[in-house]
Nanobody, 112 residues
Framework: QVQLVESGGGLVQPGGSLRLSCAAS????????MRWYRQAPGKQREWVAS???????NYADSVKGRFTISRDNAKNTVYLQMSSLKPEDTAVYYC??????WGQGTQVTVSA
């Protein structure tokens, strides 16, 4: 059974940092592209970042230079390190496997 479980969200002040984690199970994690998406209130879900099995990364322009996606294949976990957070980064963040599986999401709120 393919499963993705996100954690690490919370409330942070503008300019702060958070690290999200996504623990994966039920598939060969080390061979999989993994992605992070987010959905802000009243908006469509948008792609944030991707990492290939070989560690190549891509980012949405809105987060480039502030967010870093990484993976630990020994732990079957993908991370999203978020820095210089802005109020517009407030959203539910989701981990995604290309087969169409989504995690339950973790809330990130950036507010003073």
């Amino acid at each position: 059974q393919v499963q993705l479980v996100e954690s690490g969200g919370g409330l942070v002040q503008p300019g702060g940092s958070l690290r999200l984690s996504c623990a994966a199970s039920g598939f060969t994690f080390s061979l999989s592209v993994m992605r992070w998406y987010r959905q802000a209130p009243g908006k469509q879900r948008e792609w944030v970042a991707s990492i290939t099995s070989g560690g190549n990364t891509n980012y949405a322009d809105s987060v480039k230079g502030r967010f870093t996606i990484s993976r630990d294949n020994a732990k079957n976990t993908v991370y999203l390190q978020m820095s210089s957070l802005k109020p517009e980064d407030t959203a539910v963040y989701y981990c995604n496997h290309p087969s169409g599986i989504w995690g339950q999401g973790t809330q990130v709120t950036v507010s003073a």
